[in-house]
């Protein structure tokens, strides 16, 4: 390996970092169809906010998890560089992205279905699998927010469970 060699790989640790956020005490009054928004409020629900993500980089992998044991549900992750107009209230059809957010709109992070062995449940995305990573982005801001949807009907949600996603990007 070249000093080059080396001076990038450390350049690109240096560049990597987890961002996670968590939506703690979801409002999940009542099942959740397909298609339906996740989130922690049926009446004010906000996107989640993945902070000093720098303006550019490369979203390497993401991780969802749900506090609640035995949830398989597949989630989509839509990803924009500013605040989404489109649908934000647990438990409501979604309708992101909208037209407005096009010029916002940094893609999405498809989860396959969540799975536990006894503890909560997950799913991992990375470079390479299903889910459409990497994903490069620009946010001037500095901010990614995102917009949390089940792809599959949810019957086994529990009042105050918890959805945690973590992306793991190299800044630009």
Do not use: W
Not at 63 to 82: D, E, G, R
Not at 92 to 115: R, S, W
Not at 121 to 137: Q, R
């Amino acid at each position: 390996m070249s000093l080059e060699d080396i001076e990038n790989e450390l350049k690109a640790i240096k560049t990597t970092a987890g961002v996670s956020v968590d939506k703690k005490n979801l409002a999940a009054a009542g099942d959740y169809a397909a298609e339906d928004v996740l989130s922690e409020s049926a009446t004010a629900g906000t996107p989640y906010q993945f902070k000093d993500v720098g303006k550019s980089g490369v979203i390497e992998k993401a991780i969802a998890f749900c506090s609640v044991t035995a949830l398989t549900p597949k989630l989509t992750l839509y990803l924009f560089s500013q605040r989404p107009t489109g649908a934000l209230n647990d438990n409501v059809a979604n309708t992101n992205p909208t037209v407005a957010d096009h010029p916002a709109y940094e893609g999405k992070i498809d989860f396959l279905a969540m799975e536990d062995l006894g503890g909560g449940s997950d799913s991992v995305v990375t470079m390479g699998s299903y889910g459409n990573l990497p994903l490069s982005y620009y946010s001037p801001d500095r901010v990614l927010y995102g917009v949390a949807v089940t792809r599959d009907a949810i019957t086994g949600e529990s009042v105050g469970m918890t959805l945690s996603i973590t992306l793991q990007v190299r800044k630009a």
